[in-house]
Every structure is written in structure tokens, then in C-alpha cells.
């Protein structure tokens, strides 16, 4: 081999090491400069205050601040697309809910689902099937039961696609619910709908309806998570009361755009998780009926599969479409 040609190789290996260690010092530097957290709810809710908790307790993991950008919109639409089409850099993530699963069954959206990849889950809070104070049902036995006589009952929700909407749903198709759904604007008008004795049911998220519920503004007939909610365990499960496919909440996790370097979302997996698991955080969640999680991405990613799988069914079964 001539001195020309050996230069020539050298200087390709070279090149090709130098191009293959850029994602990993990129990731050794990570995080140089404020981490965005874009959360597709405005402030207040579930999804934004699992967000906030989360980017507390990773920012002093990372030594980095953590900024929540709230960007409402389209049923979760517009900040997931933000996210999708940032920079890959490990600067800027989506503070997840349901809908990066579940909008692209129902309805149009301006990015693909494998733009966003999983990171971590954050936590939940258990949804809760609730009816006016003065309703006659007692659980949600007497609830269905009594749907399937007449014209069926009045059920509010949130808008295409949301929680409430699967629930109903999940109550229709597989238990013969007669359900009458009338869609609000938003989580909050749903609820007041059945505070005012407008409409006979709707769920909502633990942490919004709790209060009401220990107040006596609202009767909860059951949560429609796997297991009872730690601030109110005397509410059973819809699964306790044989709904068995009745399972869904108000989930938070971190989504990264597509291409983000492995290192660095292991970093921030790594980092949410720590934060959940810190007790003070998570006697404080517990407390407003919202269950820390944590884990590894690989647990969200499965997370995110069986969760796509399970609504898609509701999807299918429903015909459940934006109009």
C-alpha cells in the first residue's frame, strides 16, 4: 500500500471515529443550556401539574432548570407537533398524555406517531366515574343497569377522543351502556354540566374531582384504574364491580422527538424516574389522588403500546371519529 493510500485510509477511519463519537460527546455534554417541557394542556390540570412535579425533581438531578411551556390545543395536537418537529438535540420534550396514542386513530394530525418516541412515564391520576350528589345510583351496577331502560342517560365529555369519551366508550361497547354523549369544550364545563345536574354522568381526572367528591358536590361511582385511588380507598374499582375492560386514567409521560440520542434519553428517563420516587414528591401526589410512576423507557414504551392497543379496540368498536 502506498504512503498516499495509507494517509487516504487513516484519514477515513479517522473521519468515521470522529463521526460516530459526536452523538456520544453530545450526549456526555447533555444538558448544557434550560431543558423545554411542552405540555399540550393549559395550566392547572393533571397533565401540566405531573409535568411541573416531573421537571423539578429531574432539573436538580441534571443540573439543569426544566421550563413547562404550556400550548394547548386540538385535542393535545399542537404541542405534540411542536415537539415533533424540534430539534432531536435532548432540548426540547412533550409532557404526554393518552392522545399521542390515540389522535392519530381518530383523527388528522400533522406529524407521524413515530416522530415522537417514548422516554418515561411520569404518573397518573385514576379517572372517576361521577354523577350528581342527589343521583339515585349507588355504583356503577345501578349506573348501567339503569341506562339500558328508556332513552339511556345523558353522559358528558370533554371533547372526541378524551378520557371521558373512552370511558363512555368502554361502557357502551362492551357493556351495553345507553349513553347519550354530550361533548364540551373542555374537562371543566363537562363536570360543571353534572354539577348542575345538566347531564347524569361524566368522568374526570382524581385530582379535579376529589375535592367535590369529599365536599359532597359529586357521588363517585368508580375509578376506572386497576387499583383503588390511595387519597380515597373506599371508592372501588369499575373492574371490582365486573367491568373488567373498563381501564383507563389521565396518564403524564415524556416524549422526545424522533432521533434524540439514545445516551440522552436514557439520561432523562433516568431523572424522571428518580423524582418519583423521591418520598416527599410522592406523599405529596398520593395525597391529591395522583399515583407517581417512574421507570425505565423500556417500561413506557410497552406502556405506550398496550395503551394504543387497548383504545384502538375502543376505537374500532365505537367508530369513534372528529367530526
Same mark, same amino acid.
Given at each position: @500500500? ?28 447533555? *444538558? ?8 399540550? $394542556? &393549559? ?5 401540566? /401539574? ?30 405534540? %407537533? ?7 438535540? &435532548?432540548?426540547?420534550?412533550?409532557? !404526554? ?12 394530525? *400533522? ?9 418515561? @412515564?411520569? &404518573? ?11 343521583? *339515585? ?15 339511556? /342517560?345523558?353522559? !358528558? ?8 369519551? $373512552?370511558?363512555e366508550g368502554m361502557l357502551t361497547s362492551e357493556y351495553g351502556a345507553k349513553l347519550d354523549v354530550v361533548p364540551y369544550k373542555s374537562g371543566n364545563e363537562s363536570l360543571s354540566a353534572v354539577l348542575g345536574n345538566q347531564v347524569d354522568a361524566t368522568s374526570e381526572a382524581s385530582i379535579v374531582v376529589l375535592p367535590q367528591i369529599k365536599a359532597g358536590k359529586l357521588k363517585a361511582l368508580a375509578t376506572t384504574w386497576t387499583k383503588r385511588i390511595a387519597a380515597y380507598p373506599q371508592l372501588p374499582t369499575a373492574i371490582e364491580q365486573g367491568f373488567k ?20 434519553? %436514557? ?8 423524582? @418519583? ?41 365505537? &367508530? @369513534?371519529?372528529?367530526?
Amino acid at each position: @500500500m502506498t504512503v498516499s493510500r495509507r494517509s487516504a485510509l487513516a484519514c477515513a477511519v479517522a473521519l468515521l471515529a470522529g463521526a460516530q463519537a459526536v452523538p456520544a460527546l453530545a450526549a456526555d455534554a447533555w *444538558p448544557s443550556r434550560p431543558i423545554h417541557f411542552v405540555v399540550p $394542556f &393549559g395550566p392547572g390540570g393533571a397533565n401540566d /401539574l405531573l409535568a411541573r412535579a416531573a421537571a423539578d425533581g429531574a432539573s436538580k438531578v441534571l443540573g439543569q432548570p426544566i421550563v413547562v411551556d404550556n400550548k394547548p390545543g386540538a385535542g393535545t395536537i399542537v404541542g405534540s %407537533d411542536i415537539v415533533a418537529k424540534a430539534a432531536p438535540d &435532548g432540548y426540547t420534550f412533550l409532557i !404526554s398524555s393518552a392522545g399521542v396514542v390515540s389522535n392519530s386513530m381518530i383523527r388528522k394530525v *400533522p406529524y407521524k406517531d413515530s416522530d415522537l418516541v417514548p422516554v418515561a @412515564m411520569i &404518573g397518573l391520576a385514576p379517572s372517576v366515574i361521577v354523577v350528581p350528589a342527589n343521583s *339515585p345510583y349507588k355504583d356503577l351496577k345501578e349506573f348501567v343497569a339503569a341506562s339500558k331502560k328508556g332513552a339511556g /342517560l345523558h353522559w !358528558s365529555t370533554a371533547g372526541v377522543g378524551s378520557t371521558p369519551h $373512552f370511558v363512555e366508550g368502554m361502557l357502551t361497547s362492551e357493556y351495553g351502556a345507553k349513553l347519550d354523549v354530550v361533548p364540551y369544550k373542555s374537562g371543566n364545563e363537562s363536570l360543571s354540566a353534572v354539577l348542575g345536574n345538566q347531564v347524569d354522568a361524566t368522568s374526570e381526572a382524581s385530582i379535579v374531582v376529589l375535592p367535590q367528591i369529599k365536599a359532597g358536590k359529586l357521588k363517585a361511582l368508580a375509578t376506572t384504574w386497576t387499583k383503588r385511588i390511595a387519597a380515597y380507598p373506599q371508592l372501588p374499582t369499575a373492574i371490582e364491580q365486573g367491568f373488567k375492560n373498563v381501564e383507563i386514567a389521565h396518564w403524564a409521560g415524556v416524549h422526545a422527538p424522533a432521533g434524540t440520542p439514545p445516551a440522552i434519553l %436514557d439520561k432523562m428517563a433516568a431523572a424522571v424516574d428518580h423524582a @418519583m420516587k423521591d418520598p416527599a414528591l410522592v406523599a405529596k401526589l398520593r395525597a391529591m389522588g395522583i399515583e407517581p410512576i417512574g421507570g425505565t423507557r423500556a417500561y413506557f414504551a410497552r406502556f405506550c403500546a398496550d395503551e394504543g392497543a387497548r383504545l384502538g379496540k375502543v376505537v374500532k368498536a365505537t &367508530g @369513534m371519529k372528529d367530526e
